[in-house]
């Protein structure tokens, strides 16, 4: 419910006008906990769309019928997540603004809003920045601790707040986020010995193959992912690592720093059926590997194993190929089961993060408390100075007079004093029974000076 806070004018020509609307803050989303990859993949935002994607959304609160409006608006989208994070002045209250943000990303996606519904979360006020905080943290990764996912948030809100996204309330959450973290990070062992999505890929194919050694190895886009694969892959000193992407001098640089060479994504089909391991992550909305081409290849091979990792969302590999004898294909969410491993020796680092985390929230959440006031004191600030005034020109209308200046004085404060007093007053005649007690109780520590 929005907060309303009103009280009586201190004189018919200068009346106190307070109405404070509660702000709200909103985390929507899925994740990787919620929702499989094949929904996760049809709402995932192109990193090239979060722009418009954030002017969308804010446009969507503007033009809705229940009159709500979101000041405030950021996108977080990756392979895991897909998150709106919002700061909105509420009239409907919190339940009305979560289903106006949900039905916004299935509108934007496409998609029935009885199919996304089931699978979101809706995270209101302090639970919307504890799990701001926790995300940045890494406490909510498929591979806890993981350091990746702090980018991937700069990256997100450097993108809202050049789409005009960005207020007051989301800046300073957001800082307050990227705080946490670090202090996450400095004060715990939470990142210590994780296995990241790379090195469970490693892991996972030498399950298949005897020793990467002997394998050719093709990793497909030029990313920050791809990149963090190929180095570890790089260390196990595979036959061959071959970089594909659609822009060749990109990958070339790439391939250049593991002794490795690169080739058009164009190339893929003619070439596959070289590649033993096949590691793919791009921002294609579209799958880049079909089930023929890959039916191809292993005919090619020979039947001989063919072991591939995905790690787009959505998804480069069609997930038919998961179906073939011959090809052992893994998605973020099959090596995510693989990576939790070790996780229960860090549950002390864990506690100690949430611990500071919470502190943290208490501590965003009465600046959020006090923000909230400054529009009441603002109006205090007015009606007071325009009281002063009326009573000011008054005073210097008699001194004009030639009044004396000491009776002027005395009529400027009692002027002053009755006009302040007069609100407090007949609030309280008006009142009655319990309302009056509370502003019996309330007023002198309201007019209380110190001496």
Known sequence: MPLCHSATGYNTQS????????MQLLAVGLNHTTAPVSLREKVAFPADQLGQAVASARAWYGRSDSKTYSDEAAILSTCNRTELYAASHQPGGVNEAIDLTAHF??????????????????????????????VASGLDSMVLGEPQILGQMKAAVRQAEAAGGLGTYLHQMFQRTFAVAKEVRSNTEIGAHSVSM??????????????????????????????????HFAAQNPKSLTIANRTLERGEVLAHRFNGRAIR????????????????????????????????????RRHKPMFMVDLAVPRDIEAEIGRLDDVFLYTVDD?????????????????????????????????????????????????SESMRMIELERARKLLAKGEDIDAVLEALSKGLTAKFLHGPQQALNNAQGDERARLAALLPQLFRTKR
């Open 15 to 22: 009346p106190l006008r307070i109405f404070v609307p509660q």
């Open 105 to 134: 990303l299935a509108n934007y996606h496409k998609l029935p809003y009885a199919e996304l519904r089931p699978y979101l979360y809706a995270l209101p006020q302090d639970n919307a920045v504890r799990h701001a905080f926790r």
């Open 198 to 231: 790379a090195a469970a890929s490693v892991r996972l194919s030498q399950r298949i193959f005897d020793t990467i050694e002997e394998q050719n190895v093709l990793f497909i886009g030029a990313g920050e992912m791809i990149e963090l694969c190929a180095t």
């Open 265 to 300: 994504l164009a190339d893929l089909p003619d070439q596959l059926a070289s590649y033993d391991i096949v590691i793919s992550s791009t921002a294609s909305s579209l799958p880049i590997i079909g089930l023929g081409m890959v039916e191809r290849a292993i005919k090619t």
């Open 335 to 383: 090596l995510g089961s693989f990576v939790q491993s070790g996780v229960e020796n860090r549950q002390a680092a864990v506690a100690q993060a949430e611990a500071i985390i919470e502190t943290r929230v208490q501590s965003f959440m009465h600046w959020i408390d006090a923000r909230a006031v400054v529009p009441v004191i603002q109006d205090l600030h007015e009606s």
